[in-house]
């Protein structure tokens, strides 16, 4: 077998998309996938220069690596990171926010840090066990933790848009998990975009047309440190039982978690969906009396009662 | 003849004088897909070629928490 070569230089490459039948150095690779994160961010009307975003980040190697990027491309751009108080053998709560830290220190770039324990008293493991939705596992109450902190935080503090770092895998296994149940509100709501909507902020995921493998090799190439270690909850978890499904899939069709996800948003696009169509938000939403966050709720808002155990 | 890989706090002996990274990948039932390859700090491609006396780390890429009904909804406090 013959040396595989860049496309772009015939150098050795570092890594091949089969996808895309491309495959890049290290110097070229980096270059593509700054200019891939552009062309998404344009495509999808996702955000401009005047626009202040707020970044989510885990001290993962997707989360990071979106932040590198659009601090490369020049927006204006901060970090949120949500100290969830998950305990394990190394201490992944603790050892994420080192990296998001130290990423940030790294760069001069502003973090903001919020403790869920030292905010609400208790940990989110304790806060789930305490939760109808969270007896077994935190994964569910955790997610809305994330949700709420996420929107408040960047409310409070001015930001325009909220950039998570889903990439096309996290993408096509919701979508998956989605249609196996035919969750078709959810469905309508899966978008590289959602719009703004009644003290909502417009959130957007510049990577959703990335491979997981794209991003970890970009993190990697960069020689961005961060958290190898997988949450100690996620195992056995749905998500991931998906992706390793699809990636089987992949492995044989290369390409066809591409085309799955595309032919999904281009099928809604054209109306292939009917009454699918668009990103909307639930127009029935109402302030929370206890935190002033939107919710569908009469009365205090799903997250105010699961911190506070009035489920 | 040994190749050594480590995953994680796993470590899998590969008794070869040589062997491609895709070969290495589907010996040890790993998917391409979900793991990179790296040696001496450099990333390698699936033709790449390891060799006695290689250590070579895997990067697990896939990562994922809970798919429960709300935890995809991307809405908040709803």
């Known amino acids: 077998m013959t040396t595989m070569l860049c496309h772009r230089c015939k150098e050795r490459a570092a890594i091949r998309m089969r996808q895309h039948r491309l495959s890049l150095c290290k110097d070229h690779y980096l270059e593509w996938f700054v200019e891939q994160t552009e062309r998404a961010i344009k495509k999808y009307h996702m955000f401009t220069h005047d626009d202040k975003i707020l970044v989510a980040v885990s001290g993962g190697k997707d989360s990071l690596a979106l932040w590198d990027v659009l601090w490369k ?4 751009v901060d970090g949120l990171y949500i100290n969830l108080g998950i305990d394990s053998e190394e201490d992944y709560s603790d050892e994420s926010e080192r990296y998001s830290r130290e990423f940030a220190e790294e760069r001069g770039l502003q973090l903001h840090i919020i403790n869920v324990e030292s905010a609400y008293g208790r940990t989110v493991p304790q806060i789930a066990r305490k939760s109808r939705r969270g007896k077994t596992k935190p994964c569910s109450a955790c997610g809305m933790v994330k949700r709420h902190e996420m929107n408040r935080i960047a409310r409070e503090l001015g930001y325009s848009v909220l950039a998570t770092a889903h990439n096309l895998d996290d993408e096509v296994a919701i979508l998956f998990g989605n249609i196996m149940t035919w969750q078709t509100d959810l469905l309508k709501r899966q978008s590289p975009v959602l719009e703004a909507a009644d003290g909502f902020l417009r959130k957007v995921k510049p990577f959703c047309r990335f491979y997981e493998r794209e991003t970890a090799a970009y993190t990697l190439l960069s020689n961005i440190p961060y958290i190898e270690e997988e949450c100690p909850f996620a195992e ?9 499904m699809i990636n089987k899939m992949e492995e044989d069709q290369p390409g066809i978690k591409l085309a799955f996800y595309v032919g999904f948003l281009n099928t809604k696009e054209s109306g292939g969906f009917g ?3 668009g990103a909307e938000r639930n127009n029935e939403l109402k302030p929370c009396p206890k935190c002033g966050q939107p919710t569908t709720n009469t009365g205090e808002c799903a997250f105010c009662k699961m911190v506070n155990n009035v489920e | ?11 899998f002996h590969l008794e070869e004088k040589s062997i ?3 070969q290495a990948l589907h010996q040890l039932n790993l998917s391409p897909e ?7 700090g450099e990333l390698l491609n699936e033709n790449d070629w390891l060799r006695d006396g290689d250590q070579v780390k895997i990067v697990a890429v896939i990562s994922g928490g809970g798919l429960s009904r709300d935890e995809i909804s991307g809405e908040a406090g709803a």
């Not at chain 2, 003849?1 to 470590?11: F, N, P």
Request: charged fraction near 30%.
């Open chain 1, 275 to 277: 009454d699918l169509n």
């Open chain 1, 236 to 244: 056995g978890s749905k998500q991931l039982y998906y992706k390793e």
């Open chain 2, 34 to 40: 979900a793991h990179l390859l790296v040696r001496d």
């Open chain 2, 20 to 22: 491609q990274v895709k």
């Open chain 2, 1 to 11: 003849m040994t190749i050594r890989l480590i995953l994680r706090k796993q470590e």
């Open chain 1, 73 to 76: 491309l020049e927006y204006q």
